[in-house]
């Protein structure tokens, strides 16, 4: 069974592939590497309307007190 999972790479993709890890499996050790030389290339940066779906939905997060209810 795998226990422990290397992400390489600490831009948007991985650290949702991080959170999506340890929600649905919190059991696993997981580690994100990222260059301490490289800064925000922009791949991946942009987002969909479904992020929120995705932030709240999937990855479980509450919205902020202040949105509920709009």
């Known amino acids: ?13 991985g ?3 991080a959170a999506s890890l340890k929600t649905h499996h919190p059991c696993l050790r997981v580690r994100v590497v990222r260059s301490p ?17 995705f932030i709240h939905g999937f990855l479980r997060v ?7 209810g709009r």
């Open 1 to 13: 069974m795998i226990q422990d999972v290397l992400i390489l790479g600490g831009g948007t993709a």
């Open 15 to 17: 650290f949702f592939m």
């Open 37 to 53: 030389t490289l800064g925000i290339i922009g791949v991946g940066e942009g987002s969909t309307t479904d992020l929120p779906r």
């Open 62 to 68: 509450p919205p902020p007190a202040n949105s509920i």
